[in-house]
């Protein structure tokens, strides 16, 4: 830790007592989840290297940003458009929400039984833990659930807070409501900016995410061979530190990871033995550290080939037509490329369910793992639906539910076992 960092870490208005506990608990378990992996891709060192200093370098990179007159924005949902956020020269950072670290703060305040991912986040603000909420000059909510919507109301008396309402269909009048939410999202983020944001620098901006887009999705489709080149953790990570990492240096990092995985398959070698159960993940998304369920099912013998999550194929799935067109035409764009993430906040949304049979063909797995934080409502109703069309399917399904604590990670341990050898090829 350098001296420097705390003293940034201070200026940002950090309680760096609280800040430290939590620092010093993420290198024994990063140890174990990931640097204990053996034959991991080299090209994982740069990932391992920002986890290594997640609060450093890129804080000083936003702070710098930030200095020089420009804005940095925060997010926590998949649904607020970062094309527009990066065309009016600010920076989109998606925030920690991962941890169970900070969920007894927020509990402070807000109901227990609210899931953990807001929790989370909440606490996060509450503790002034989070280097990058700190940085940031506004949070961009949405009206994806109840419990964020309600909570983003109570974070707005701690930080600027702004929210989209995302619509609950997808017929031609939500299609509506969500194309104004756009086009005055622009207008918060100009008059944020000062800067305007022309029909240029719209089309480099959606340039520069759907490199970023066609990176994540070169990816996972290496993930489709087998033996799989890399572990679902590793692909998992990357993903991650996708939501707050520059993007040219993401697309660069991502893309020359591949080099090496497509050489990997070339070459026939892979991270897990041919016959490891392939599984595929779906459900609710893992915000950074939130790793469990991937390390239990790959300490178990399985190999994660693939997430049909917020974290996963729903990030990334889907480019912005790129176009010349005006900045209205592009927005229309724009605003229709986001109503395709099949979030379980639509009814009906069975896009999705058609997706994860999809995936699981292209992706050859052996079983699917319902996963959804423990109070989701929205993804834990919507499993029956999923356990339905996978029955129809023939493909095995096993549902967990949790939270971010360690507690049930033995039970969670003896189903993944049993389930992995129910499904053995
Ligand atoms: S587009 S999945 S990132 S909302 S887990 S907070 S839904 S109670 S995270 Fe999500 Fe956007 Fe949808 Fe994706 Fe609420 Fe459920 Fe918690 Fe959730």
Redesign the pocket.
Known sequence: MKTDDRKMWADLGIDLQRHDTFLNLLPPVYQETYLSQNNRPEHMEFFDFVVGDIHGIRVRELREHAQNGSKVVAA????VPEEIVLAAGAILVGLCAGAQFSVPLAEDILPRNT?A??KSSFGFKLGRICPYVQTSHLIVG?T??D??KKMFEILGKYQPVYVMEVPNKKTQLSRALWLGEVKSFKQVIEKLTGDEITADRLAQATKLVNDRRRALQRLYSARKAAPVPISGKDALLVTQVAFYDDVARCIQQVNALCDEVESRIAGGDGVFPANARRILITG??MAIPNWKLHHILETAGAAVVCEET?TGT?YFDNLVPECEGTVEEQLENIADRYLK?N???FTPNDERLSDIVRLAKEYNVDGVVHYN?Q??H??ANEAVKVEETLAEAGIPLLRIESDYSNEDEGQIRTRVEAFLEMIRR
């Open positions: 926590y949902c998949v649904f899931c991912l807001i949405e994806t659930c419990g964020k609710s998304p917020c729903r993430i979030c379980a906040c934080l109070f989701c929205t993804y």
